[in-house]
């Protein structure tokens, strides 16, 4: 099993930055997808950011150039940059866990508040 702890949510006005991270413990593959999904209430969870374990990154449209994505040390770590936040980033951010033998994981979520 793995266990997903999220830091780093909070409440920021718009153009402002937060920095989320997200710890892994457990049953650790190297070989894995983590990264960040999102989701405001009535609406249907979403990809921010992913990042593999050999490094290939895919961001929401909405995010590119302002999100980065990057993975900690021995890959249990995973970190969100987040640059000129606006209010329509809010959400609920959960941490995302991937390898394909032992399946899927999920944070307990952060909430990111930003506002105008």
């Known amino acids: 099993q793995v266990q997903l702890v999220e830091s780093g949510g909070g409440l920021v006005q718009a153009g402002g930055s937060l920095r989320l991270s997200c710890a892994a413990s457990?049953?650790?593959?190297?070989?894995?997808?983590m990264g960040w999904y999102r989701q405001a209430p009535g609406k249907q969870r979403d990809l921010v950011a992913i990042?593999?374990?050999?490094?290939?990154?895919n961001y929401a449209g909405s995010v590119k150039g302002r999100f980065t994505i990057s993975r900690g040390n021995a890959r249990k770590t995973v970190h969100l940059q987040m640059n000129s936040l606006r209010p329509e980033d809010t959400a609920v951010y959960y941490c995302?866990?991937?390898?394909?033998?032992?399946?899927?994981?999920w944070g307990q979520g952060t909430q990111v508040t930003v506002s105008s």
């Open positions: 995302y866990y991937l390898n394909s033998i032992i399946g899927t994981y």
């Open positions: 457990g049953s650790i593959f190297g070989i894995n997808t």
């Open positions: 990042i593999t374990s050999g490094g290939n990154t």
